[in-house]
């Protein structure tokens, strides 16, 4: 959910250390931009603040009391999905960050960025819902991305068999005769892996399956340049 352009954008502020919450909310009223509905001090009282007032944005701190941020951030997407979870924490960790990121939250903002860098970045959620947006070190986001998977690729079990062929050097002819199928059939399955792997060849959606331990049992890789065995 994004705020619509004729109005300013409503904002909850979750910080247990009051003098920092309220010059949290001083710093977002003060722009115009930004409606300040409500504020929080612990886990529950965010959750029943988030309810009463249905936010555009929720600005929310990592250490307050109740069952922590992964609880409610969790609660929170799932009972009021429209409101923007912005994450503002003293911990610039890798770990952390893609905990949160994955429970839902919609941005996630160190203590150390300056006023300039937190108002942008609610223009920025109120403006897009689609959004991820990240202030961290360069060492977190390098990090973050060492760290995160490959993303899985979803294959039935019909083009795993005939992917599994493929990388035994089986002409699309031979597949066919293998799996009791039409040879277009064969085909028609090679034309999808290639797709879900964005690959562009034979030896590139194996290879690309084989990185994606979709292979594994599989021996022998090989280039297939048989007749047939290029579709």
């Known amino acids: 959910m994004t705020a619509p352009a004729d109005r300013r954008a409503r904002v909850v502020v979750a910080d247990d250390h009051t003098l920092f919450r309220q010059g949290l909310v001083e710093m977002i009223t003060v722009t ?3 409606q300040v509905v409500g504020e929080a001090g612990s886990g529950p009282e965010t959750v029943q ?4 007032c249905r936010p555009d944005i929720l600005l929310l ?3 307050m009391p109740g069952p922590g941020a992964k609880a409610t951030v969790i609660e929170l997407t799932r009972l009021y999905p429209e409101t923007r979870i912005a994450i503002l924490t003293m911990h610039d960790d890798p770990g952390l960050l893609h905990e949160l990121l994955r429970c839902g939250a919609a941005a996630y903002l160190v203590k150390t960025i300056a006023r300039s860098e937190l108002l942008a970045a609610l223009h920025a959620l109120a ?3 689609r959004n991820v947006l990240l202030s961290v070190s360069r060492e977190t986001i390098d990090k973050l991305k060492r760290d995160s998977p490959e993303p899985e690729v979803a294959l ?3 083009e795993l068999e005939v992917l599994h062929l493929t990388a035994q050097a089986l002409t699309n002819a031979q597949i066919a ?3 009791h199928i039409a040879e277009a059939t064969v085909k028609r ?3 999808k892996v290639y797709s879900k792997l964005g ?6 959606a194996i290879r690309k399956a084989n990185a994606a331990g979709l292979l594994r049992g599989v021996t022998r890789f090989e280039a297939v340049t048989a007749e047939g065995g290029s579709g």
């Open 199 to 204: 690959a562009v060849s034979r030896l590139d």
């Open 189 to 191: 399955h090679l034309t």
């Open 32 to 34: 115009g931009d930004f």
């Open 177 to 179: 005769v293998r799996l």
């Open 156 to 158: 039935s079990d019909r």
């Open 61 to 63: 701190d990592v250490e």
């Open 49 to 52: 603040a988030v309810g009463r």
């Open 127 to 129: 403006r897009d819902g």
